[in-house]
């Protein structure tokens, strides 16, 4: 099936620094997500993005975190700086379009901030 | 506001049947994905249902009840490699960008 793949798939980085997440979507899907998940809870929705903007974030989306899709390339979350609670495994997800329910996960990135 | 509630784990016999269960509540219901986890991987899309009533789809097979805010998810002939975190996760109308709000899983252990 698609694939949505993410890079890296773990990454370790001291509190206060920047950390960027990368994600190559689906090639031709429309809508892109970033999901967290703390070990041994649910995936918790942070923010979708179509268009070029983002349309929709959650409460966890703090002002630290930034997402982006230059050129149609990677889409990519960034937190800067990063804090303690920020550890979790970070999901990336695409999907193709209006009314198609069907979200594709990547296999996620795990951050670690010291 | 919005929840979905799932069991956190289940133990079934190989070869017998599956019942994962799946509550929720939302202003504005506008369909519910389950989706399959292993450990350390992606998750998997299985099925998707907006009406009421049974969707067989072989081995999965979907069930929605709207009016009660409930879903189950059945696997029958269950086989060792079934053994997976099973997430429920449920779209709101009110969702301007096309949001699924996940339940915690249930972890399903298939044994001999």
């Known amino acids: 099936g698609p694939k949505v793949l993410q890079i890296p798939s773990h990454q370790i980085i001291d509190m206060g620094q920047m950390v960027t997440l990368n994600c190559d979507p689906v090639s031709n899907h429309l809508y892109f997500y970033w999901y967290k998940q703390i070990l041994g809870q649910q995936m918790e929705f942070l923010v979708n993005f179509y268009n070029g903007k983002v349309m929709e974030k959650s409460k966890l989306f703090k002002d630290q975190f930034s997402v982006e899709r230059p050129d149609g390339s990677y889409f990519t979350l960034k937190i800067q700086p990063t804090a303690l609670e920020d550890s979790a495994v970070y999901f990336c997800a695409s999907s193709p379009g209006q009314g198609r329910n069907t979200l594709y996960f990547g296999a996620g990135t795990r951050l670690s901030v010291l | 506001g919005q929840g979905v509630e799932q069991p956190a784990k289940l133990m079934s016999v190989e070869g017998t049947f599956a019942r994962v269960n799946c509550t929720y509540s939302?202003?504005?219901?506008?369909?519910l994905s389950w989706y399959q986890q292993r450990e350390g991987q992606a998750p998997v899309f299985l099925s998707y249902?907006?009406?009421?009533g049974l969707k067989d789809s072989g081995h999965f097979s979907t069930f929605l009840s709207r009016s009660n805010g409930y879903s189950y998810l059945l696997l029958t002939e269950l086989q060792i490699k079934d053994s997976a975190s099973y997430l429920c996760a449920v779209r709101d109308r009110a969702s301007s960008g096309q949001k699924l709000v996940f339940g915690q899983g249930t972890i399903l252990k298939v044994y001999l």
């Open positions: 249902v907006v009406l009421d």
């Open positions: 939302t202003s504005g219901f506008n369909g």
